[in-house]
């Protein structure tokens, strides 16, 4: 209830309007991802990160952008209770983006190539957290969603590296199972991303902890 009460909020009950939105994104990353050759790990920027930008964080931004244009945001500051409202509605959107990535994987390990699922299905949460709390970070800092959004962009590229690394790898004869040395690359990669969203949100309740910065 609390998350279909977030999207309401957030995408200003037009649900229907980004729902066609993410469908139509989707239809185009599958067909651009079968007319480029079709091989697994090309489908998972295009079925993960173009959602991801294009639709979760916009909303994700909007966050607070969304409470001071209803002229509200002094009362949720204030209110009893509110203490993670901001980090809510985020989730809300996080959680959906975790669950539609994890559905598109689907998409190349039934119709292209087998690969191993538990790899891609944890770095999509890694992944997901750290552009919620650089969403959360920068929409508590500037007044407008369009400046949240870019700002956060930003911070992606500054951790592109980390942020958009492939974690698909088909089961061919040159790669097998995943062995130890990939599992330990594997974690190094995601536990930068961590803990750089570990800071990202602590400087975000740090900002919040003042709510005489975000009403004036």
């Known amino acids: 209830m609390r998350v279909r009460t977030s999207l309401a909020l957030l995408t200003e009950r037009r649900v229907g309007l980004y729902i066609l939105i993410d469908a139509a994104v ?14 697994a790990p090309e489908f998972y920027p295009m079925l ?4 991801a930008f294009a639709i979760a964080l916009p909303m994700m931004a909007d966050c607070v952008a969304v409470e001071r244009r209803a002229g509200t945001i002094d009362l949720v500051l204030t209110s009893p209770g509110s203490g ?33 699922l538990s790899g891609p ?7 997901t957290l750290f552009l919620a709390a650089a969403a959360l970070n920068w929409a508590v800092r500037v007044r407008s969603a ?15 590296p980390w942020f958009f690394s492939n974690p698909i790898r088909p089961l061919d004869v040159q790669h097998g199972p995943m062995s130890f040395a990939d599992y330990l690359d594997f974690v190094r990669r995601n536990l930068i991303l961590a803990a750089a969203a570990v800071v990202l949100y602590a400087y975000a309740r740090r900002r919040l902890a003042r709510p005489e910065m975000l009403i004036t």
């Open 26 to 39: 989707l239809f185009s990353a599958v067909v651009a991802g079968f007319s480029g050759g079709g091989t």
């Open 48 to 51: 993960f990160f173009v959602p």
């Open 121 to 127: 299905a944890i770095q999509i949460v890694i992944v």
């Open 84 to 116: 993670n409202y901001f980090e809510r509605h985020i989730v809300s959107v996080a959680l959906l983006l975790v669950a539609q990535g994890w559905l598109t994987l689907a998409i190349p390990w039934l119709l292209v190539e087998r690969f191993p």
């Open 146 to 160: 369009g400046g949240a959004v870019v700002l956060t962009c930003l911070t992606c590229v500054a951790f592109a």
